[in-house]
Structures are given as C-alpha cells and as structure tokens.
C-alpha cells in the first residue's frame, strides 16, 4: 500500500494560502498610511501662535463685542482662515469664546433678544459665560488662550482646554 505524504501543499491549497498571502500583504499596505494619518496628531506638536485681534479698549461690560482674526497657512490649519470670537467683558475679567458650537461645529452669533449665543443648525444656546444652557452642545463654548498688551487682545491657536 502506498504512504500518502500528507504534509505536501496540495495546488488548490497552495493558490488559496497565496491568496490569503497576498490579501494581508495589500491590507498591510493600504493600512499604514491610514493609521498613520489616524495617530499623526498624537505625535505632532502643534507650535503656538500668537495674533492680534485688536483694540478691546471700548468692549462694553456684559455685551458680547464679536472681532475677526487671522490666521495664515500653516499656523492652524491648510488654508488661511478668518476666525470669528467674541470678547465678554465681565467687570475686569476678559473671555475671548470662539464662535464654533461644541454639537456640530456651526458657528453661533450672540443674539441680544435672549441674551445668549445661538446656534441656529440644532437651536444650541449658551451663556454669556459660554456655558450651554439648552440644545445639543455637549460642552461650553471653547475659550482661547489669551493675553491683554495695555488694550490690545492677541489670542493664541489653542483653547484653555481641549475640546
């Protein structure tokens, strides 16, 4: 009686070990620029960037004052972008809130007839502390980094606490 030698490849096992072969090596591939780009901001400090926002000098008590500023390529994001923020005076105190709603990034506008910031995509409303009071929003309104020069305000691009 002839011994089968059953440790041989036979060739439909072979070209299904092949294929199974090649199919983790292609996934491995196209995996490591996608997790790469996943786990980048891990490793990558951000450099902190200081810009003028302007004068608050006339920024009344209690009134939400909303400014432009800019920031060029490459010091927040790809692009240049115009960011707006508002400035909260509260007696000597100063918050400088960005204008992005923590629910879906849409960007809020004070309204003076409730007397809150107003989310107009979901209807999320804050405080004039940033604080959320109704709606969606899951967080306060960030607030940035900030320094006063005499009466001039400059913001960095980062928040006091990450979002």
């Known amino acids: 009686m002839a011994h089968r030698d059953t440790r041989r490849l036979s060739r439909r096992q ?3 070990l092949g294929t199974q072969v090649a199919g983790a090596v292609v996934a491995v591939l196209l995996g490591i620029p996608i997790v790469g780009f996943v786990l980048s901001p891990l490793f990558r400090r951000q450099q902190p960037v200081w810009r003028e926002v302007g004068d608050i000098g006339g920024v009344p008590d209690r009134q939400p004052t909303k ?3 800019s920031f060029p390529l490459g010091e927040w994001t790809a692009a240049n972008v115009n960011l707006a923020v508002y400035v909260v005076k ?3 105190e100063y918050l400088v809130f ?3 709603c923590t629910h ?3 960007p809020v506008r004070w309204q003076d007839s409730l007397g809150q910031f107003l ?3 979901h209807g999320g409303l804050y405080d004039m502390t940033g604080n959320n009071v109704g709606g969606p929003p899951p967080k306060p309104l ?3 980094v900030h320094r006063i020069d005499g ?3 400059f913001i960095q691009n980062r928040f006091t606490e990450s979002i």
Do not use: G, R
Request: net charge negative.
């Open 90 to 92: 509260i007696n000597t």
């Open 98 to 100: 960005s204008n992005v």
């Open 104 to 106: 879906m990034q849409c």
């Open 119 to 121: 989310c107009p995509c």
């Open 67 to 69: 400014f432009e500023v």
């Open 151 to 153: 009466t001039t305000l």
């Open 14 to 16: 072979f070209a299904l």
């Open 142 to 144: 960030p607030q940035y």
